[in-house]
């Protein structure tokens, strides 16, 4: 599953992004992998485990909408099952 925010381009200033992608580690759990940067820039990217799908999926609808609440629009959205 992999989520683009980003927002509005305020300013000469590229505008920042964040990404967002669950992805199945080796041995059974979940990663929960965050990518945050300047469009054209520079990008930090930082990475949380979890046991199960649930507590992951969890995880990234949090970070979803706490970007939402920050003004980041939803720009790219793969894999989802249109819940919520």
Do not use: C, N, Y
């Not at 485990?49 to 790219?76: I, T, Y």
């Amino acid at each position: 599953m992999r989520l683009l925010l980003q927002q509005r381009p305020d300013g000469p200033e590229a505008p920042r992004f964040v990404q967002l992608m669950l992805q199945p580690d080796l041995l059974g759990g979940w990663t929960l992998v965050r990518e945050t940067g300047q469009i054209g820039g520079r990008s930090q990217v930082r990475r949380e485990q979890f046991l199960d799908h649930d507590s992951a999926l969890q995880a990234l609808e949090q970070a979803r909408d706490q970007q939402l609440k920050r003004g980041f629009q939803l720009m790219f959205s793969q894999g989802t099952d249109g819940r919520r």
